[in-house]
């Protein structure tokens, strides 16, 4: 997988010479919505299913002339959402034992397949369960913008929308198993998806039963994503060759420091900062964001870095966790290294996720995706703004860094 990532890097030499113009009135729609006479049910109409709401909801509306756009609960890197969610429910009062297409927009589930003696689980080996959620990609919806580097955007939106989901599921309580390893091809057919979407990971909540469950007995409808699609082969490749990847199941244990009150309003309060006061923070809020995430990355062969331009009580420089490597003022050097956006150097502290090159690729990206949000939901709970950045010199941050390792993502916090 190394050389998708060789192919999406951004040097100084690369960055200046692409010359691609970008029609905000050709994007491609950033939702899915099944036909009219598909049957729908509102999730505040039963009170089991109100958490879903927490996924995907809109939690602001901005406008622009006579456009708006809806910002959800969960961050996209331009705000295009590729992520779609499937739901496969059993056991909730007066509602059918099926697998549901969530609509974030209007705060519903459209049923896509009744279940009888088949489901989701048989593509799993899992006994039955109560709740699987199935995230895919629509590659287009990023890929309309940020062409072959698309590929890193769409799964680290699948790494934040993992963590959307799985503080929803912390909220209620709620058990949960993260799975990356299943049919996804199997079940991309069966969905009738033509690699207009990619399965890339689930959740699953609550055993249900513990009897066999058969394939799905029928092929689901082909409905496209998008308004309209552009295939792309190198993404389509990526996806084929990310397939062959090592994937396993995984537990977390983060945000149950915090009560639910605070927890639902750091859900609801989320947002993307677009600038920073250049304010400082406290040392000890920015550990208790952090704690944590360098053990469980160090999992998934990856090291996390950051640099230090407004932290009280800790030394201005570079870090790697919290080992100073370098001291001195480098906020002038991370807005350069954050593709000369200011927000990279205005930050109290940017954090530099990275994985060494024998690291499962497509699943270090995820995670980085999911840590970034768990660091965004501790930092709003703490009244301190966050914002992930996607586009950065490759080259120049590893050189800084002293690393060969692979620079994934940047999460700025401050204030």
Same mark, same amino acid.
């Given at each position: 997988?190394?050389?998708?990532?060789?192919?999406?890097?951004?040097?100084?030499?690369?960055?200046?010479?692409?010359?691609?113009?970008?029609?905000?009135?050709?994007?491609?729609?950033?939702?899915?919505?099944?036909? @009219?006479?598909?049957?729908?049910?509102?999730?505040?109409?039963?009170?089991?299913?109100?958490?879903?709401?927490?996924?995907?909801?809109?939690?602001?509306?901005?406008?622009?002339?006579?456009?708006?756009?809806?910002?959800?609960?969960?961050?996209?890197?331009?705000?295009?959402?590729?992520?779609?969610?499937?739901?496969?429910?059993?056991?909730?009062?007066?509602?059918?034992?099926?697998?549901?297409?969530?609509?974030?927009?209007?705060?519903?589930?459209?049923?896509?397949?009744?279940?009888?003696?088949?489901?989701?689980?048989?593509?799993?080996?899992?006994?039955?369960?109560?709740?699987?959620?199935?995230?895919?990609?629509?590659?287009?919806?990023?890929?309309?913008?940020?062409?072959?580097?698309?590929?890193?955007?769409?799964?680290?939106?699948?790494?934040?929308?993992?963590?959307?989901?799985?503080?929803?599921?912390?909220?209620?309580?709620?058990?949960?198993?993260?799975?990356?390893?299943?049919?996804?091809?199997?079940?991309?057919?069966?969905?009738?998806?033509?690699?207009?979407?990619?399965?890339?990971?689930?959740?699953?909540?609550?055993?249900?039963?513990?009897?066999?469950?058969?394939?799905?007995?029928?092929?689901?409808?082909?409905?496209?994503?998008?308004?309209?699609?552009?295939?792309?082969?190198?993404?389509?490749?990526?996806?084929?060759?990310?397939?062959?990847?090592?994937?396993?199941?995984?537990?977390?244990?983060?945000?149950?420091?915090?009560?639910?009150?605070?927890?639902?309003?750091?859900?609801?309060?989320?947002?993307?900062?677009?600038?920073?006061?250049?304010?400082?923070?406290?040392?000890?809020?920015?550990?208790?964001?952090?704690?944590?995430?360098?053990?469980?990355?160090?999992?998934?062969?990856?090291?996390?870095?950051?640099?230090?331009? @407004?932290?009280?009580?800790?030394?201005?420089?570079?870090?790697?966790?919290?080992?100073?490597?370098?001291?001195?003022?480098?906020?002038?050097?991370?807005?350069?290294?954050?593709?000369?956006?200011?927000?990279?150097?205005?930050?109290?502290?940017?954090?530099?996720?990275?994985?060494?090159?024998?690291?499962?690729?497509?699943?270090?990206?995820?995670?980085?995706?999911?840590?970034?949000?768990?660091?965004?939901?501790?930092?709003?709970?703490?009244?301190?703004?966050?914002?992930?950045?996607?586009?950065?010199?490759?080259?120049?941050?590893?050189?800084?860094?002293?690393?060969?390792?692979?620079?994934?993502?940047?999460?700025?916090?401050?204030?």
């Amino acid at each position: 997988m190394q050389e998708f990532h060789n192919h999406t890097d951004i040097t100084k030499k690369n960055a200046f010479l692409q010359t691609q113009f970008i029609n905000w009135q050709t994007q491609a729609k950033a939702y899915k919505n099944y036909p @009219n006479f598909y049957r729908r049910f509102k999730l505040n109409d039963y009170e089991e299913l109100k958490f879903i709401k927490n996924f995907g909801k809109i939690s602001y509306t901005k406008k622009y002339g006579n456009d708006e756009v809806n910002l959800r609960v969960n961050p996209s890197a331009g705000g295009l959402y590729p992520c779609e969610i499937y739901i496969q429910i059993r056991g909730i009062k007066k509602l059918l034992n099926g697998i549901y297409h969530y609509e974030p927009i209007k705060e519903s589930l459209t049923l896509i397949h009744e279940l009888s003696n088949d489901g989701l689980e048989s593509y799993m080996d899992i006994n039955q369960q109560k709740f699987i959620f199935l995230l895919s990609n629509v590659y287009f919806r990023s890929s309309w913008k940020y062409e072959k580097r698309a590929i890193r955007y769409l799964l680290l939106d699948t790494g934040h929308q993992l963590g959307s989901i799985y503080a929803s599921l912390v909220l209620e309580d709620m058990e949960h198993l993260f799975n990356f390893k299943f049919k996804k091809k199997s079940l991309n057919k069966v969905f009738s998806f033509d690699n207009y979407e990619h399965f890339v990971a689930s959740i699953y909540s609550s055993e249900y039963k513990q009897i066999e469950t058969k394939n799905l007995r029928s092929n689901i409808p082909f409905v496209c994503p998008c308004d309209y699609y552009i295939k792309d082969s190198f993404i389509e490749e990526f996806y084929k060759q990310s397939y062959h990847e090592e994937f396993n199941k995984y537990k977390m244990n983060f945000l149950k420091e915090l009560s639910k009150e605070n927890l639902q309003s750091a859900i609801d309060k989320r947002r993307s900062a677009r600038v920073f006061r250049e304010g400082t923070i406290l040392k000890k809020d920015f550990q208790d964001i952090l704690k944590g995430i360098f053990s469980f990355a160090k999992q998934f062969s990856l090291d996390i870095y950051f640099i230090n331009h @407004n932290i009280n009580r800790l030394k201005k420089g570079i870090y790697k966790e919290f080992t100073l490597e370098k001291e001195g003022d480098f906020s002038e050097l991370t807005t350069k290294l954050a593709f000369n956006q200011k927000i990279g150097g205005s930050s109290a502290a940017t954090i530099f996720f990275t994985s060494k090159l024998k690291a499962n690729y497509s699943l270090s990206l995820m995670i980085s995706g999911f840590l970034a949000h768990i660091i965004a939901i501790r930092a709003t709970s703490l009244n301190i703004n966050s914002t992930g950045i996607g586009a950065y010199f490759d080259d120049e941050i590893q050189d800084i860094l002293v690393t060969s390792n692979n620079i994934l993502y940047l999460m700025a916090v401050g204030k």
